[in-house]
T-cell receptor, first 114, second 114 residues
């Protein structure tokens, strides 16, 4: 079945460090891929998405490129801030326009220290 | 625009007791989801509604969980009787239009079963 695997957390970085959170997926065909973020005390919110191979999603300095050959969608940011501390979820949607399920990875906690 | 509202935010019950969670989606959003998020795991879809009809409840443990969205607006998720393994955060999400994968989540209801 369809699934998403993320790197284990927590990830602890100093401010201005480079961030990579790995995400790989298993799916037939061509799913759409997403990164959601959950800040402390808030609901999940969409960070970025890519709907086809080689697409790059970007938002708030974060980027991820849809790599079909490696079935990956790694999240990157060149210089993290303390305010980026959150839980990050990789996800995919596969299926018809109405019934396709959003399937999440297990989440990766990022802690950025000043 | 008001976001997805959920209540209660926290609930502690004994096993075999019952509990109900309420969700009011963003106004005009026809599709509503309930997800279960166990600590250390990603959210897992329990049930999806389109207006007042069920689209997918394949992962809902129907012997103890029930959900309704009678008027196609707000929704209630009930657990009866609760088990220890039901301890989790219950997330409600909604969307409008085609399934682009962008869901709007509430802050969640955290259930602890003792």
């Amino acid at each position: 079945g369809n699934s998403v695997t993320q790197m284990e957390g927590p990830v602890t970085l100093s401010e201005e460090a480079f961030l990579t959170i790995n995400c790989t997926y298993t799916a037939t065909g061509y799913p759409s891929l997403f990164w959601y973020v959950q800040y402390p005390g808030e609901g999940l919110q969409l960070l970025l998405k890519a709907t086809k191979a080689d697409d790059k999603g970007s938002n708030k300095g974060f980027e991820a490129t849809y790599r079909k050959e490696t079935t990956s969608f790694h999240l990157e940011k060149g210089s993290v801030q303390v305010s980026d501390s959150a839980v990050y979820f990789c996800a995919l949607v596969h299926g018809s326009s109405n019934t396709g399920k959003l399937i999440f990875g297990q989440g990766t906690t990022l802690q950025v220290k000043p | 625009e008001a976001g997805v509202a959920q209540s209660p935010r926290y609930k502690i019950i004994e096993k075999r007791q019952s509990v109900a969670f309420w969700c009011n989606p963003i106004s005009g959003h026809a599709t509503l989801y309930w997800y279960q998020q166990i600590l250390g795991q990603g959210p897992k879809l329990l049930i999806q509604f389109q207006n007042n009809g069920v689209v997918d409840d394949s992962q809902l443990p129907k012997d103890r969980f029930s959900a309704e969205r009678l008027k196609g607006v707000d929704s209630t998720l009930k657990i009866q009787p609760a088990k220890l393994e039901d301890s989790a955060v219950y997330l409600c999400a909604s969307r409008s239009g085609p399934n682009t994968g962008e869901l709007f989540f509430g802050e969640g209801s955290r259930l602890t079963v003792l």
